[in-house]
Protein backbone atom coordinates (compact mmCIF):
# COMPACT_ATOMS: atom_id res chain seq x y z
CA UNK A 1 0.00 0.00 0.00
CA UNK A 2 2.71 2.25 0.79
CA UNK A 3 4.38 1.63 -2.65
CA UNK A 4 1.28 2.33 -4.29
CA UNK A 5 0.81 5.86 -2.41
CA UNK A 6 4.46 6.89 -3.64
CA UNK A 7 3.75 5.99 -7.07
CA UNK A 8 0.66 8.08 -7.23
CA UNK A 9 2.72 11.28 -5.26
CA UNK A 10 5.33 10.68 -8.41
CA UNK A 11 2.71 10.49 -10.54
CA UNK A 12 0.86 13.57 -9.35
CA UNK A 13 3.67 15.65 -9.02
CA UNK A 14 4.51 14.91 -13.03
CA UNK A 15 1.28 15.00 -14.55
CA UNK A 16 0.57 18.72 -12.64
CA UNK A 17 4.31 19.36 -13.56
CA UNK A 18 3.00 18.25 -17.56
CA UNK A 19 -0.42 19.88 -17.54
CA UNK A 20 1.42 23.18 -16.15
CA UNK A 21 3.99 23.23 -19.10
CA UNK A 22 2.31 22.24 -21.68
CA UNK A 23 -0.75 25.35 -20.81
CA UNK A 24 2.73 27.56 -21.20
CA UNK A 25 3.84 26.22 -24.30
CA UNK A 26 0.71 25.07 -26.48
CA UNK A 27 -2.57 26.64 -24.74
CA UNK A 28 -1.54 30.03 -23.89
CA UNK A 29 -0.27 31.77 -26.65
CA UNK A 30 -3.35 30.47 -28.38
CA UNK A 31 -5.72 32.49 -25.81
CA UNK A 32 -3.40 35.73 -26.54
CA UNK A 33 -4.38 35.27 -30.00
CA UNK A 34 -8.05 35.78 -28.56
CA UNK A 35 -7.45 38.23 -25.79
CA UNK A 36 -6.77 42.31 -25.33
CA UNK A 37 -3.63 43.66 -24.96
CA UNK A 38 -1.58 41.93 -22.48
CA UNK A 39 1.96 42.37 -20.65
CA UNK A 40 5.03 41.91 -21.96
CA UNK A 41 6.18 38.14 -20.77
CA UNK A 42 2.32 37.25 -19.80
CA UNK A 43 -0.29 35.38 -20.66
CA UNK A 44 -4.34 37.19 -20.30
CA UNK A 45 -6.94 34.62 -20.36
CA UNK A 46 -10.40 35.02 -21.79
CA UNK A 47 -11.87 35.74 -17.58
CA UNK A 48 -8.94 38.27 -17.19
CA UNK A 49 -6.40 36.48 -15.21
CA UNK A 50 -2.81 36.95 -16.46
CA UNK A 51 -0.75 34.38 -15.72
CA UNK A 52 3.17 35.46 -16.23
CA UNK A 53 5.87 32.84 -17.35
CA UNK A 54 8.12 33.81 -14.52
CA UNK A 55 5.07 32.67 -12.45
CA UNK A 56 4.63 29.77 -13.84
CA UNK A 57 8.13 28.94 -14.07
CA UNK A 58 8.42 29.27 -10.41
CA UNK A 59 5.05 27.25 -9.77
CA UNK A 60 6.79 24.08 -11.72
CA UNK A 61 10.23 24.44 -9.96
CA UNK A 62 8.31 23.96 -6.54
CA UNK A 63 7.33 20.89 -7.11
CA UNK A 64 10.51 19.44 -8.13
Known sequence: ML??????????QIFIGWALMSFLIFIAPILNLFGSTYAHHSYTLDYGYTIGIDKCVEIISELY
Open 3 to 12: LVNSLYNIFN
